[in-house]
């Protein structure tokens, strides 16, 4: 894994951990991460951060209801 220095206002230095998790749930949503990397990312079990998700208000299952709509369909 690869170590990124960010510099946050000091506001924020108080809440590192939920800097940390909320750039994880972030990258999890934007499909730059897999579940599983994101949740190595904070050092947590794939439950445990798929639940941490709803705090940053990223879905768990991030694929459009069109796409699996169409998917059904081929089915």
Same mark, same amino acid.
């Not at 949740?39 to 050092?43: L, P, S």
């Given at each position: 894994m690869?170590?990124?220095t960010l510099q946050v206002p000091d506001s924020l230095g108080k809440h590192d951990? &939920?800097?940390v998790r909320f750039i994880a749930a972030?990258?999890?949503e934007s499909g730059k991460l897999s579940l599983g990397q994101a =949740? =190595?990312? !904070? &050092?947590l079990p794939k439950r445990a951060f798929a639940e941490l998700l709803a705090d940053y208000g990223v879905p768990l299952l991030n694929y459009? !209801?069109?796409e699996m709509l169409n998917d059904a369909e081929k089915i």
């Open positions: 690869t170590t990124i951990h &939920d800097t972030k990258l999890y =949740a =190595a990312m !904070v &050092d459009p !209801v069109s």
